[in-house]
């Protein structure tokens, strides 16, 4: 499996940035795929879940501002993220839901200023 994140960037609060998240070597349009951040000494957290044939779900800190989306004939995940705030800041990744086991992409740096 390779997940490879990319279109994260500094931003100032308020603002938008839209992740995106590429997958292969695995059977993409059967798992449940999510986007996981985590910030500096901070556990890794899952921020938005997008599962086959349920509707979306998303963390309280994130509900309203964070959009997750997935085209299952690109094998593509993306997090649309609005009204950016400082605390939103982190390294974001994808992977499904649950994570596999032991593989993870190099993330996509987001930082937020003030």
């Known amino acids: 499996v390779q997940l490879v994140e990319s279109g994260g960037g500094l931003v100032q609060a308020g603002g938008s940035l839209r992740l995106s998240c590429s997958v292969s070597g695995t059977s993409f349009s059967r798992n449940a795929w999510g986007w996981y951040r985590q910030a500096q000494g901070k556990q890794r957290e899952l921020v938005a879940r997008s599962g086959p044939y349920v509707r979306n779900t998303y963390t309280d800190s994130v509900k309203g501002r964070f959009t997750i989306s997935r085209d299952n004939a690109q094998n593509a995940v993306y997090l649309q993220m609005n009204s950016l705030k400082p605390e939103d800041t982190a390294v974001y990744y994808c992977?499904?839901?649950?994570?596999?086991?032991?593989?993870w992409g190099q993330g996509t740096q987001v930082t937020v200023s003030s």
């Open positions: 992977n499904s839901d649950p994570p596999f086991s032991g593989v």
